[in-house]
């Protein structure tokens, strides 16, 4: 079981940009895909990106392609994700997760560990 916590949520301005931080311990993160997903307001969480064990291969969904960016440190055990261009639809809480899955995967049931979340607020 590996253990997460998220941080640099916020309130940002359309159009402006927020990097959040995932800090894993427990099981080893370097051997872990991870991912981020979020919560709109009223809806179901929702795949966001995910990222293989070495960072040299990632996924995006649709609505963020080209405005988020995944990434990793895996020498200091953290997950980032950097939203540029941000809208007001990217309101929601930030969730990221570790999966034992070999390749990135967007499905919410593949990973086994999960973080409190994060509150990302973009205003209009």
């Known amino acids: 079981q590996v253990q997460l916590v998220e941080s640099g949520g916020g309130l940002v301005q359309a159009g402006g940009s927020l990097r959040l931080s995932c800090a894993a311990s427990?099981?080893?993160?370097?051997?872990?895909?991870m991912g981020w997903f979020r919560r709109l307001p009223g809806k179901e969480r929702e795949f966001v990106a995910a990222i293989n064990w070495s960072g040299t291969s990632t996924i995006y969904a649709d609505s963020v392609k080209g405005r988020f960016t995944i990434s990793r440190g895996n020498a200091k055990n953290t997950l980032y994700l950097q939203m540029n261009s941000l809208k007001p639809e990217d309101t929601a809480v930030y969730y990221c997760?570790?999966?034992?899955?070999?390749?990135?995967?967007?499905?919410?049931?593949?990973?086994?560990?999960w973080g409190q979340g994060t509150q990302v607020t973009v205003s209009s």
């Open positions: 427990g099981r080893t993160f370097s051997s872990l895909v």
């Open positions: 997760a570790a999966s034992s899955k070999l390749i990135p995967t967007q499905s919410g049931p593949d990973f086994g560990s």
